[in-house]
């Protein structure tokens, strides 16, 4: 067993891998992150249309295999599935975090006004949920406006990244000004810059400020 800190990474969708690690490459490089992929996930929620007993089990169960193979920390990257991995976090003895949760914390930071592009449909009420609830924790009058990407995740899902980008950019514009623009889900990570170039406000990601949160949960 490696001496660095281990971090198991659940994740729902393959087109979540490579963001969450190239954070960890460049915020934290002295962790061990792994990887737990069911990849059905993603598209049995999609088919559910809402996350149902069964679907949490299976988050509970992935958040309990990461815990076994020497986890200190367990972080999902998948956004549809806040109440099993708060379910998961109340069981397991190790930090565990939902995906956005992190981010939105940032954007707090940034001001009341946000807006939030999302690719993945059926994960926007429960983010907007979880955006509420940590506003009314940190900064009751914060409000969200959502838009949502069509047909980017189609595009990442069969290689073009390109048009995945694209149409990602163009929910700056149609956000308008903000204090903080946020990048929904992991996926949407890799059009931060192509973001960046269109606006001179905060453009924040999932993957790194889950990283930066991790780093300072776990004293590092």
């Known amino acids: 067993m490696s001496d660095r ?3 198991a990474l659940v994740h729902a969708t ?13 915020i934290w490089p002295e962790a061990e992150p792994i990887g ?43 956004s549809a599935f806040g109440p099993a991995i708060e379910e998961a976090a109340r069981i397991l003895p190790v930090p565990v975090l939902k995906p956005n949760e992190a981010m939105f914390e940032e954007a707090l930071g940034h001001g009341a006004n946000i807006g939030m592009i999302a690719t ?12 509420a ?18 047909g980017a995740i189609e595009a990442l899902r069969v290689g073009d990244a390109a048009t995945h980008n694209q149409r990602v950019a163009e929910g700056v514009a149609e956000l308008g000004e903000r204090d903080a623009i946020l990048l929904a889900h992991f996926s949407t990570s890799r059009a931060g810059e192509a973001c960046r170039t269109l606006t001179s406000r905060p ?18």
Do not use: H, N
């Open 203 to 220: 453009v924040l990601s999932s993957p790194d400020a889950a990283v930066r949160k991790l780093r300072r949960l776990l004293g590092s």
């Open 5 to 7: 800190i281990r971090i």
């Open 14 to 26: 393959p087109v979540a891998v490579d963001p969450i690690a190239r954070s960890f490459r460049e």
């Open 120 to 131: 993945f449909g059926p994960a926007v009420a429960m983010m907007e949920q979880e955006f």
């Open 36 to 78: 737990v992929l069911d990849d059905g996930l993603a598209l049995d929620r999609a088919a559910a249309g809402e996350l149902t007993d069964e679907l949490s089990r299976r988050i509970v169960a992935l958040a309990q295999y990461g815990l076994s193979t020497g986890a200190e920390a367990i972080l999902f990257t998948c």
């Open 133 to 150: 609830e940590e506003a009314k924790r940190l900064k009751p009058q914060a409000r969200l406006t959502s838009w949502l990407a069509a």
